[in-house]
């Protein structure tokens, strides 16, 4: 399995740390904005040939499939545009920065039949993936979910603290991890969708702090604190809260209600989801299915964050 990559910052080189981990897979070819980023991480995981634009990856015959981990803004436009070129697709999170963009691609899917996956990293977290065991094996029920996102980016920085082109997003971005999560975990579809936010950043132009409330059909409900203001522990803490058990994700480790440690061993070959992540796609690929954090099966997360997107709109219209 031949693999191009673009955009070979901070998050993609966790994939290609992924990928050297699984078994008959090539990285072939290493697309960035900088050709000297692009030639030094080519050069790194020993990648034939590097460029500036996605379109030199495309047409390459040694190029089975591609992993985008580009700026938000370019995913949906991307990935159609890798799938137009005959090639397997995994796009990282978010799958787009709009509903509409959102369906174009998943429209694409069908009509190609290629593989289209999203980076839905929860899905595949050891620690996600204990509970959603028990929820399977009707030992544990969701009642309610506590999450949150706190990160401290007040200016265009990644996961290295270097700076990147392009504006990061809460509700595009982040919200989508917790309410793709909420639904998978439930099973159950967003009926009831609230969110309000802080002041948009002078420079930045987003909010830098958000609060989403949600309900599904069958009355779980999530609470979601997202912000790029908080000066402390960073990244997402996932609370579930259920019948039988309350247990706390922090990305690859879980712990019950009390900080109890819970042993994650067996659950996957892995304890890396970025890795686990990788290989769903591959192995998707090469047994020619659709695969877990597809585009169709992700997509009803972006119908809420569309619809959280337009009415946050029309809060700003009423300030």
């Known amino acids: 399995m031949r693999i191009a990559l673009a955009g070979a910052g901070a998050f993609g080189e ?6 050297k981990n699984i078994d008959g897979v090539e990285i072939t070819s290493i697309i960035s904005r900088r050709a000297e980023q692009a030639a030094e991480v080519a050069a790194k995981y020993g990648a034939k040939h590097s460029g ?22 370019m995913h949906a436009e991307q990935a159609i545009q890798c799938m137009n070129a005959g090639k397997h697709v995994q796009v990282e999170i978010p799958l787009s920065d709009s509903w509409a963009d959102a369906q174009a691609v998943l429209d694409k899917q069908k009509e ?13 977290n050891p620690s996600h993936q204990f509970v959603k065991n028990r929820i399977d ?7 309610a979910m506590d999450i949150e996102t706190f990160f401290f980016r007040r200016k265009n920085m990644n996961a290295k603290g270097q700076p ?18 909420f639904q998978y975990m439930t099973g159950s579809k967003v009926v009831t969708a609230n969110a309000i936010q802080g002041p948009r950043h002078p420079e930045l132009g987003i909010a830098m702090d958000m609060s989403i409330q949600l309900k599904t059909e069958a009355g779980q409900i999530l609470t979601l604190a997202l912000s790029f203001n908080n000066d402390g522990p ?8 259920g019948d039988t058990a309350t247990y706390i994700a922090r990305y690859d480790d879980l712990v019950t209600g009390r900080e109890e ?3 994650l061993s067996g659950v996957a070959v892995s304890s890396n989801g970025i890795e686990l992540q990788d290989r769903e796609f591959i192995a998707a690929i090469r047994e020619g299915r659709e695969p877990n954090s597809s585009v169709a099966s ?8 569309g619809e959280l997107a337009a009415s946050l709109e029309e809060q700003d219209g009423w300030s």
């Open 14 to 19: 966790k994939h290609l740390d992924g990928l």
């Open 52 to 73: 500036t634009e996605l379109s030199e990856a495309l047409e390459r015959d040694d190029v089975d499939a591609v992993i985008l981990c580009t700026p938000t803004q």
């Open 112 to 124: 190609t039949g290629l593989v289209c996956m999203v980076g839905h990293t929860r899905r595949f």
């Open 137 to 143: 094996a009707g030992e544990f029920n969701i009642q």
């Open 164 to 181: 990147r082109s392009w504006t990061d997003h809460l509700l595009w971005h982040h919200s989508a991890h917790s309410i793709d999560i």
């Open 234 to 241: 960073l990244g997402t803490f996932f609370r579930y809260i």
């Open 261 to 263: 440690p819970i042993d």
């Open 298 to 305: 992700v997509l009803d997360c972006y119908r809420v964050i």
